[in-house]
C-alpha cells in the first residue's frame, strides 16, 4: 500500500511569489491533514478535510493560503503571496477514519522563501 | 506557556541502553497520547498511541501516561543505533482532530 506522498519535496521562492503544494493520501483515506513546522517550533495543524470539505480550518494562519480538495483525493496547499515567516516544513497526513484514529503522514515539503 | 513541554536534547546514550523519554502537558482534557519517531527528512511515524493513563507495551517500547501528574513517558529497552532519531510526542482532547504536539527530542544511540 502506497504511503502519503508529497510535491514538491523542497521549494525555494522569494518572497511574494506563488507557491502551491500537493499531497496525495493513502487511498481511500477520507480525511486529510495539513501541519506546518517553523524552524525551531512544534508541528501545528492547519486544516483538516473530511473528504472534498473543509472541517477544521482554524490552524490556517491567514488568509494567504489556501487548501483545496477538489474531488476528495489529492489536495493542494496555495501560499500567495509568500512571506518569510511561511519558511518551514509542511506535512500532510491522512487517516480512514476521522477522531482519534491513527494519521499517517507524508515526508513533508520544505519551503524556503528568500 | 505551552500546552505541551518536550526536552529537545539531543540525547546521547551507548547501544543497549534504556532510554526514556518525556513530554509533560498543561490541558487536563488530554486523553489521547501518541508517540511518533521522525528520522531525518522523513514525516513522523506513530509509534504508540495510549487512551486515558496507564502502560502500553510494544516490543522494546513502552508508553507510560499518568494523567494525575500531566506527564508522560516513552521507555525504549536494549536501544539500538537504528533508534537514533527525533521522538515527538502528540496529544488530543478527542473533541477535534487536531494534534497537539510536543518539540521533539533528538535521539542519539551510539554504537
Known amino acids: 500500500e502506497a504511503g502519503v506522498t508529497q510535491f514538491p519535496s523542497h521549494s525555494v521562492i522569494e518572497k511574494g511569489q506563488t507557491v502551491t503544494l500537493r499531497c496525495d493520501p493513502i487511498?481511500?483515506?477520507?480525511?486529510l491533514y495539513w501541519y506546518r513546522r517553523v524552524m525551531g517550533k512544534e508541528i501545528k495543524f492547519l486544516l483538516h478535510f473530511v473528504k472534498e470539505s473543509k472541517q477544521d480550518e482554524s490552524g490556517m494562519p491567514n488568509n494567504r493560503f489556501l487548501a483545496e480538495r477538489t474531488g476528495g483525493t489529492y489536495s493542494t496547499l496555495k501560499v500567495q503571496p509568500a512571506e518569510l515567516e511561511d519558511s518551514g516544513v509542511y506535512f500532510c497526513a491522512s487517516s480512514q477514519l476521522a477522531g482519534t484514529d491513527t494519521q499517517y503522514f507524508g515526508p513533508g515539503t520544505r519551503l524556503t522563501v528568500l | 506557556q505551552k500546552e505541551v513541554e518536550q526536552d529537545p536534547g539531543p540525547l546521547s546514550v551507548p547501544e543497549g541502553a534504556i532510554v526514556s523519554l518525556n513530554c509533560t502537558y498543561s490541558n487536563s482534557a488530554f486523553q489521547y497520547f501518541m508517540w511518533y519517531r521522525q528520522y531525518s527528512r522523513k514525516g513522523p511515524e506513530l509509534l504508540m498511541y495510549?487512551?486515558s493513563s496507564g502502560n502500553k507495551e510494544d516490543g522494546r517500547f513502552t508508553a507510560q501516561v499518568d494523567k494525575s501528574s500531566k506527564y508522560i513517558s516513552l521507555f525504549i529497552r536494549d536501544s539500538q543505533p537504528s533508534d537514533s532519531a527525533t521522538y515527538l510526542c502528540a496529544m488530543s482532547d478527542g473533541s477535534n482532530y487536531q494534534l497537539i504536539w510536543g518539540a521533539g527530542t533528538k535521539l542519539i544511540i551510539k554504537p
Open positions: 495510549t487512551y
Open positions: 487511498s481511500g483515506h477520507d480525511n
